[in-house]
């Protein structure tokens, strides 16, 4: 039985023309201690069309993961997606959708690759019964079609003797192909959109291109949408078709990847792409941005960026940048753009 | 000559190494069975040799398992080595015992990856940084706290924090509370065990910048060890590629990284993901992984995985010597011909 048949059964939610995926005004607040709240995404925006490889990118601390977890409604309690956020999934309110109606797109149209697949595996289910169980949960298959679609699926991913494989338990994998069966659980049912949040992070450069090369390979044949998050760089040089910068619970910067690098905007961007160490670079020394990201409890009023910023002036203080377009789906959240002979450098605060 | 012969010219030193480390094992035993009898051995580190000079930083890269982290703490004897020499300035440190082995290890410090799972997190970071000094009896009372000061001062942080406790830093701070300590013994040579790997890029090019800084004002030696090329190509004068215990490649950075002659290397340069859309640069994809240390293949250990157009039955039988295939350019591969590669290498 072939996976469109396996899936035939299935509603298909009608494709409007619309985006893949609408954030809107997406809010996530987590009670701190004191009565604080730390505003982890605070008010972002954005849209994923079918086919396209989104990469989100920052600090640790900026949002990016929350971001994630919201899209899948899995923000940890005590946090909470705020009223006024909207999540349209091909035309779908994602956030008042009945649980029973979310789980049913959960792992079927959306899955999620997280970056430490040893926590997100059942260490006591061989790696074929959770690849299989996915299988069962989302269609009619028979037990014995749904262990041949997950060898089959492990085959896929790369891994040698899948047969065999599929039979062992997470601990008895290494790290790089524990994470292809997390790419393969989150494959197997042909998602129209995957989101993986940091999937190389813990992995070896060898490995990590391996798997880079999955994925692309995966999504060509597929043509699925893939919201990549990351810190690295140079994973979005390679992967993206847009980049959406964040910092501080709030979208800073959103680009085309080759506009993004050519002509990054928002000073926060700039700062990033000039820390990067290169292989070429021949021992320069390296630009960093000072300081760290603020607590979400308290984000800094006016500009959020401006106490690390080597651009900020007086009116940064006092009024908080909106995100204006710049260029063809190029948007920035920073003073510069009404003022860019403000851009002079000075030694900043922090 | 030996190859070891042609480490001395080529560490370029008239003057003595700083370390040297001759032949470098650390076998750990693999017990099975009702009685728990030694039944083999995981090769870590498996006959490592290379010299640091004074005020040198030699990185050493690998993937996980390569044994880069278990040969830095055989130098420091934080893991006893199973056999190799190991001098220190002239003296053979293997051969130290209970004070003498505490007066060595003043001069040779080190930095974890980690610095929250090395701090304790009920000493404030000031009694953290003193213990170095009163164990080591260099200062008491209150020149303690004022070197304690100065040391805060020239890693960045405020004087004031002495009185802090781990948690209420950042990692970036803890990094910079963790060179402190290590400073504080004033030694030569740190071994710097994957500082900035958990550090996000802005703050990881602060603490590399603070590390050339400090080498600069004290005239320190480090062994980088390191997994991303990138960080090692900014830190340091020579890089040691380790694969399955083994050094594979040694030269000095921009040899290393303008011509790597290992297949291995040339493959690990060019999986390094490159921070330019328009890059058209190809990239070797290596199969599979790494074997296990446990049981390494026969003859050369990468041969399992080796892309060479000229790999043949002698890779699967003979260990290639680490020898000087161009000046002061080491490589272990029977396929690399001396002087000019025999592959054209990627440029990354």
């Given amino acids: ?350 | 000559m030996t190859s070891l012969a042609h480490a001395e010219r080529a560490a370029g030193t008239a003057t003595v190494p700083l370390l040297e480390i001759k032949n470098l094992t650390k076998h750990f035993p693999i017990r099975s069975g009702l009685l728990q009898r030694v039944t083999g051995a995981v090769k870590a580190v498996d006959g490592v040799s290379f010299q640091i000079a004074p005020g040198e930083t030699l990185a050493l890269v690998g993937e996980s398992g390569c044994g880069k982290t278990t040969t830095g703490r055989a130098i420091l004897r934080l893991i006893e080595p199973t056999s190799g020499s190991i001098a220190f300035n002239g003296t053979d440190i293997l051969t130290l015992r209970g004070e003498s082995l505490r007066r060595m290890r003043r001069h040779m410090q080190i930095v974890f990856q980690d610095p929250y799972g090395s701090l304790n997190p009920r000493m404030t970071i000031g009694a953290a940084i003193r213990e170095g000094l009163i164990v080591h009896q260099l200062a008491d009372g209150a020149a303690a706290d004022t070197r304690v000061a100065k040391l805060l001062d020239e890693v960045g942080l405020r004087p004031e924090y002495a009185a802090r406790y781990p948690h209420e830093f950042s990692g970036g701070q803890r990094q910079r509370v963790g060179i402190a300590r290590a400073l504080a013994v004033e030694p030569s040579f740190i071994v710097c065990d994957e500082p900035v790997s958990a550090l996000d890029v802005s703050v990881q090019a602060q603490v590399v910048n603070l590390l050339r800084d400090l080498q600069r004002d004290r005239g320190l030696a480090y062994l980088f060890i390191a997994h991303d090329l990138a960080v090692v190509a900014h830190m340091a004068d020579r890089v040691a590629v380790m694969y399955l215990g083994r050094i594979v490649e040694l030269a000095p950075r921009r040899s290393l990284f303008a011509t790597p002659l290992m297949p291995y290397t040339q493959a690990l340069l060019s999986a390094v993901p490159v921070p330019d859309p328009t890059s058209t640069r190809t990239r070797i994809l290596l199969p599979g992984e790494p074997p296990s240390p446990a049981n390494p293949p026969s003859g050369c250990v990468f041969h399992p995985r080796c892309l060479h157009p000229a790999k043949d039955d002698a890779c699967t039988r003979l260990v290639p010597p680490l020898e000087e295939k161009a000046p002061g350019h080491f490589v272990a591969c029977l396929k690399v011909n001396r002087t000019s590669p025999s592959t054209p290498a990627p440029t990354p």
């Avoid at chain 1, 409604?73 to 946090?79: A, D, Y």
């Avoid at chain 1, 989302?138 to 599929?166: C, E, F, N, Y």
């Avoid at chain 1, 002509?263 to 700062?271: D, I, L, V």
Wanted: hydrophobic share 45%.
């Fill in chain 1, 1 to 350: 039985m072939t996976l469109s048949q396996l899936r035939s059964s299935q509603p298909v939610p009608a494709v409007g023309g619309g985006p893949l995926l609408n954030v809107q005004a997406l809010h996530v607040a987590f009670p701190a201690g004191g009565g604080a709240i730390a505003r982890a995404v605070d008010g972002i925006s954005f849209t994923i069309a079918h086919g396209e490889t989104v990469c989100l990118v920052g600090e640790s601390g900026c949002g990016k993961s929350v971001t994630a977890l919201s899209l899948l409604r899995l923000v940890p309690s005590p946090g909470r997606i705020e009223a006024g956020s909207a999540i349209h999934f091909n035309g779908l309110d994602l956030l008042t959708l009945p649980d029973e109606e979310l789980r049913s797109i959960r792992g079927n149209r959306m899955a999620m690759i997280f970056q430490e697949p040893m926590t997100a595996l059942n260490p006591v289910l061989s790696v074929g019964d959770q690849i299989a169980e996915v299988v069962r949960v989302h269609t009619k298959a028979s037990r014995r079609d749904a262990w041949d679609k997950a060898v089959d699926m492990l085959g896929q991913v790369g891994i040698a003797d899948p047969a065999t494989r599929a039979k062992q338990y997470p601990h008895e994998l290494s790290g790089g192909m524990r994470q292809r069966v997390m790419i393969a659980m989150a494959l197997v049912l042909e998602p129209q959109f995957v989101i993986a949040d940091e999937p190389t992070t813990a992995l070896d450069v060898t490995i990590q291109a391996q798997i880079l090369e999955l994925l692309r390979e995966l999504r060509a044949r597929t043509g699925m949408a893939l919201l990549l998050i990351t810190h690295d760089l140079g994973v979005v040089a390679e992967m993206a078709s847009r980049v959406i910068v964040m910092y501080a619970g709030q979208v800073v910067e959103e680009a085309p990847v080759e506009a993004l690098f050519a002509n990054a905007s928002h000073p926060y961007t700039e700062g990033l792409l000039a820390a990067i160490p290169r292989l070429g670079a021949d021992q320069a020394r390296l630009t960093t941005i000072p300081g760290t990201v603020p607590a979400p409890t308290d984000w800094p009023t006016g500009c959020r960026f401006r106490e690390r910023c080597a651009y900020a002036y007086d009116r940064c203080a006092t009024e908080a940048p909106a995100l204006v377009q710049i260029g063809s789906a190029h948007r920035v959240r920073c003073h510069l753009v009404q003022e860019p002979e403000r851009r002079v450098r000075r030694e900043p605060r922090a």
